[in-house]
């Protein structure tokens, strides 16, 4: 069981957020007995929201709504022993929920189970149960509380994903199966409130992870020590991505659509340390320099202003695919791009700071238009202009970051 510590939330006091942000909304986690969901539903309680901890372990369960209680008050957090994966008990327990809260407004689909091994000595009954609680599962929890939201507009649903590697096939490949139905919700919920992504924890040693790691590590050819030293940048303490979890659902409305992680969550609300390649725009640059940056700075934009005013003469299953396969690669939807593009030439227009930008994320998305040009594009002639264009595009934007570096 998570160990409580003597503050609150002494994370998310440290944040921007501001305490009760959330009152009023009621939050349903999978598997918050313990670990990194008990964290989030201990999160979201500090953030004002009431919890049902929807969890198999009854005791842990049962320890859970104790713990958390002793803080927030038994009022607002309640334990509903689920298994997610029997689509009976989770209608039982979102009808114990509405009889209770009367509504669900955040669904984070965070239950799991971790089967190891290589596709071949991994049983066929070890995949039918991971089918069953890591997509099946979330899949039956979406279709129970998405009514709901639908009648209110209004609603944030999380699939929690990770990031495969050999002898995890029998995890990893429901893992990645929910981003692509996150994809398929978000694209279905375009024109609503509600809100969905995906959500990686990152690398962290929760009972359930250590265990795996210790098998998984000699898999690899490494010693403990050394997986550890190689992840080192990557680990979070559980406190952490819980906190990241709960951060992640006030900013939901930015990740909408997206595959983001506990540490991008931290660093939306003001905590965790911020990647080195985000570049934010010095102040003291020479004339000269800050000629040259504006010219490319306004070159990349009114590129980038072109390209998406084509794609509005798209077909509108064209338009629609192509703004969410933008999103996916590029961090941001298209008006956020523009708007940073537009701050970022006002800026150097007038010498002055501007907070920090992902450039390195634009140039990912003119990496992966080149891979989808070699894809569809079977005109040799009319592939190397295409290919042209897009690496002329992608070096604009790298200039532009070893400039302001």
């Given at each position: ?329 590029a961090g941001m939807p298209v008006d956020s791009w523009q708007d940073n593009l537009d701050l970022l030439v006002s800026s150097l227009k007038n010498n002055t700071p501007l907070r920090d930008i992902p450039l390195h994320k634009l140039s990912d998305y003119y990496d992966h238009m080149a891979e989808l040009a070699k ?25 532009l970051i070893n400039l302001l570096s």
């Amino acid at each position: 069981m998570t160990q409580l510590i003597s503050d609150i939330h002494p994370i998310l006091t440290q944040s921007n957020l501001k305490q009760d942000i959330l009152a009023g909304k009621v939050a349903l986690i999978t598997g918050a007995g313990g670990g990194i969901g008990y964290e989030a539903a201990r999160s979201l309680l500090w953030l004002g929201a009431s919890v049902v901890i929807a969890e198999i372990d009854s005791k842990r369960g049962r320890n859970a709504e104790k713990q958390l209680a002793s803080y927030y008050g038994s009022d607002r957090v309640k334990f509903i022993r689920t298994d997610v994966g029997l689509e009976a008990s989770i209608r039982n327990m979102v009808k114990k929920t509405i009889d209770q809260f009367e509504k669900v407004d955040i669904l984070i689909n965070n239950a799991t189970i971790a089967p190891l091994g290589s596709i071949l000595e991994t049983p066929i009954s070890a995949w039918d149960k991971s089918y069953k609680v890591n997509l099946r599962g979330p899949v039956c929890l979406i279709r129970a509380v998405l009514p709901g939201m639908l009648v209110r507009d209004e609603g944030i649903i999380v699939n929690i994903s990770s990031t495969g590697t050999a002898y995890m096939g029998a995890y990893e490949t429901f893992k990645a199966a929910l981003v692509h139905l996150t994809d398929t919700l978000e694209a279905e919920l375009e024109e609503t409130g509600i809100f969905a992504f995906t959500l990686g924890p990152g690398l962290v040693l929760t009972e359930t992870a250590t265990r795996a790691v210790q098998k998984l590590a000699p898999r690899l050819g490494m010693t403990l020590d050394e997986f550890y030293q190689i992840n080192a940048n990557h680990i979070l303490s559980v406190e952490e991505a819980g906190a990241g979890y709960a951060a992640a659902i006030v900013e939901a409305e930015q990740f909408h659509g997206q595959e983001i992680s506990s540490l991008q969550a931290l660093i939306a609300v003001g905590l965790g340390k911020k990647p080195e390649n985000e570049t934010k725009i010095p102040t003291g640059l020479s004339p000269n320099e800050v000629e040259k940056t504006l010219r490319l700075a306004q070159r990349i934009r009114d590129t980038f202003h072109q390209q998406t005013e084509g794609w509005k003469k798209r077909s509108l299953f064209e338009r629609q695919w192509m703004l969410r396969d933008f999103k996916k690669y590029a961090g941001m939807p298209v008006d956020s791009w523009q708007d940073n593009l537009d701050l970022l030439v006002s800026s150097l227009k007038n010498n002055t700071p501007l907070r920090d930008i992902p450039l390195h994320k634009l140039s990912d998305y003119y990496d992966h238009m080149a891979e989808l040009a070699k894809g569809y594009e079977k005109d040799p002639h009319k592939l190397k202009e295409n290919l042209t264009h897009i690496t002329a595009w992608r070096e604009d934007v790298i200039d532009l970051i070893n400039l302001l570096s």
